[in-house]
């Protein structure tokens, strides 16, 4: 098993869809991420979970909504997304507290919306 | 506003010869950065990274140098292998118990063979 797991890696939905991405990572981890990867620009912060709460959410719209039902697992449910929403996701996890700040990524879902 | 600024989009490199990749910053608060390395259809994979009473940090191939008062650190790669072709991303965490990374935008590294 990798260390951080993202599934699905592809996924196409129109504009009227319900979908969910998953996340699983096999770390030991005690804080998960979400981030969001446009054509040439940064890598976005979404979403931040330390010990299983939620403690950022970065001016995200409610179309995104994450959850968190343990430290291992992290979804990203996504209803009515715009075109624009197009981006590569990326999990990661790190060791909140920890003396590094060193994040480990999953390898994303490249994610279509018609 | 972006606190970390990679301004080179791309670079291109002879194989066997030196890479340098920099990476500026704007906040004089952050104490730790790191370099990563990102391949087509993966995700970033930490590569190195050195804490702020450094100014130099070496791992084999890699070496990262920090300049406090210049707010300026670099990635040197040697010799630059084609296998190192990939998106360099240089982050910061920002304070708070879960420390959030501030990505720059990437720059695209190519070792021509």
């Known amino acids: 098993e990798t260390g951080v797991t993202q599934t699905p890696r592809h996924l196409v939905m129109g504009m009227t869809n319900k979908k969910s991405l998953k996340c699983e990572q096999h770390l030991g981890h005690n804080a998960m991420y979400w981030y969001k990867q446009s054509a040439k620009k940064p890598l976005e912060l979404m979403f931040v979970?330390?010990?299983?709460?939620?403690?950022e959410n970065n001016s995200v719209p409610s179309r995104f909504s994450p959850e968190c039902p343990n430290s291992s697992h992290l979804f990203l449910h996504l209803h009515t997304l715009q075109p624009e929403d197009s981006a590569l996701y990326l999990c990661?996890?790190?060791?909140?507290?920890?003396?590094?700040?060193?994040?480990?990524f999953g390898a994303g879902t490249r994610l279509s919306v018609l | 506003d972006q606190q970390v600024k990679q301004n080179s989009p791309s670079l291109s490199v002879q194989e066997g010869r030196i890479s340098i990749l920099n990476c500026d910053y704007t906040?004089?608060?952050?104490?730790?950065f790191l370099w990563y390395k990102k391949y087509p259809a993966e995700g970033p994979t930490f590569l190195i990274s050195?804490?702020?009473?450094?100014d130099k940090n070496e791992d084999g191939r890699f070496t990262v140098f920090l300049n406090k008062s210049a707010k300026h650190l670099s990635l040197h790669i040697v010799p630059s292998q084609p296998g190192d072709s990939a998106v360099y991303f240089c982050?910061?965490?920002?304070?708070?118990?879960?420390?959030?990374?501030?990505f720059g935008s990437g720059t695209q590294l190519t070792v021509l063979p």
């Open positions: 050195i804490s702020s009473i450094k």
């Open positions: 979970y330390s010990l299983e709460e939620r403690v």
């Open positions: 990661a996890s790190s060791q909140a507290g920890g003396f590094t700040d060193i994040q480990y």
């Open positions: 906040n004089s608060m952050f104490d730790y």
């Open positions: 982050a910061a965490p920002a304070s708070g118990s879960a420390r959030q990374l501030t």
